[in-house]
């Protein structure tokens, strides 16, 4: 993977953990899931063309998302 597509993804992914931090907050946990999911689907459709083959753009998107996560709590 080229570094620009890396930061292309990272940048999504920033984009879209903003956005569910800010969707989750003071949501019961119950609802957390579908608002999780339906943000990753928005965002998916944004990278569609930037992966590689390897694996699907929501896969990548999550695994940019939590590794953004684990960045930020450092």
């Known amino acids: 993977m080229t570094p620009q ?3 292309a ?10 956005e569910i931090l800010t969707a989750i907050d003071g949501k019961p946990k119950s609802e957390h899931d579908r608002i999780i999911t339906t943000l990753l689907d928005k965002h998916a459709k944004t990278i569609i063309c930037l992966p ?3 694996f699907r753009p929501k896969a990548w998107l999550v695994h940019y998302v939590r590794q953004i996560e684990k960045e930020a709590r450092q």
């Open 9 to 18: 993804l990272r940048a999504v992914a920033r984009k879209c953990r903003t």
């Open 5 to 7: 597509t890396e930061n």
């Open 52 to 54: 590689p083959n390897t």
